[in-house]
């Protein structure tokens, strides 16, 4: 098969370890064959799954720990963004990459937003020509919705066999209505603020606060920058009082900042901003700081969750 010459973005199920290594492997050996650069993207103890079944040829391939870049979702896409970016550069033909950022023991919020991010990376990567990307879905492991979940997030779709269409593919027309759709109430017991452009240095003192309790330790500094951060965008974009929640959650602290402001991009942070470039910087740097961030957005207000657990 020649590479197409267009994104391709194919959900893969597979049932347990071995079909996962026998048919990730096979792809990565068939593009290694035509000279096709390889990115793995999965998690550790699949990746030496993977370098044993390549034997001799996997050094010619790129392995990249799923667990430790998509910690934070909203981090996936640029990592693929340099990597198609870098085989542009550099030479012509396909490139193909294997990411797998959904896996059973994710939380419910990671769950969400990984779910947010493989609809996303149909609008990211809309014009990356010929460029293969396979998400492989354990059908063992996942539940029902979840795999209904891929095969809309998913234009092409295998089970075994050859890869194909699939029929519940919703379509990049889809994707601002799933960043519009609003996330989950906070439990019961956050604490609120209204937060003033005058009132900023009493919010970052009460995220001091909080995050030292919680036991942030080393990475209170970095939560209060990502706060602030949102916090200032907030107020100075969509001209009003913001709001701020907080509260605690096992295993981390979390903050988020409402406004009545309407994000258009739904690509917002996850775009690698460029050498020079003016703005933009704002969700990017909250997203290299914090465990998870989740943005939502829609013509009745914005909203930025961030997470943070200690070091």
């Excluded at 064959?33 to 103890?45: F, N």
């Excluded at 990746?47 to 001799?56: F, I, P, S, V, Y």
């Excluded at 063992?140 to 979840?146: F, G, K, N």
């Excluded at 460029?274 to 740097?285: A, C, E, N, P, R």
Aim: charged share 25%.
């Amino acid at each position: 098969m020649t590479a197409p010459h267009y994104f391709h973005h194919e959900a893969l199920f597979y049932d347990g370890d071995a079909e996962f290594v026998d048919r990730c492997s096979a792809f990565a050996t068939e593009g290694l064959e035509r000279g096709e650069p390889v990115l793995v993207m999965v998690g550790s103890r699949k990746l030496e799954l993977l370098r044993h079944a390549l034997d001799g040829r996997a050094d010619e391939v790129a392995f990249v720990d799923m667990e430790v870049i998509g910690r934070n979702p909203a981090r996936i896409i640029p990592a693929w963004g340099r990597f198609v970016a870098d085989q542009n550069g550099d030479r012509g033909g396909g490139m193909r990459g294997i990411g797998e950022p959904i896996w059973a023991e994710r939380r419910a919020d990671e769950m969400a937003e990984c779910q947010l991010h493989e609809s996303l990376i149909n609008l990211a990567f809309a014009d990356a020509d010929s460029f293969r990307l396979v998400c492989p879905y354990d059908t063992s492991s996942l539940s029902d919705d979840v795999i209904a979940e891929a095969r809309c997030s998913h234009p092409i779709v295998s089970e075994g066999g050859g890869p194909e269409e699939s029929g519940t593919y919703r379509g990049l027309p889809t994707v601002a209505a799933r960043f519009s759709e609003a996330l989950s109430e906070p439990p019961g017991g956050a604490d609120e603020y209204t937060v003033t452009l005058d009132g900023l240095r009493d919010a970052r003192d009460i995220v001091r606060e909080r995050a030292t309790q919680a036991g942030l330790g080393e990475r209170v500094d970095d939560f209060v920058l990502a706060v602030n951060e949102v916090l200032s965008n907030s107020l100075h974009h969509a001209q009003e009082d913001g709001r701020l929640r907080i509260w605690n959650e096992p295993g981390g602290l979390v903050c988020e900042v409402h406004d009545g402001g309407h994000i258009r991009q739904p690509l917002v942070g996850r775009e690698e901003p460029s050498t020079g470039q003016i703005g933009g910087h704002g969700v990017w740097l909250v997203n290299l700081v914090c465990d998870l961030v989740q943005v939502r957005s829609s013509v009745d207000g914005s909203t930025v969750r961030m997470k943070i657990s200690p070091a």
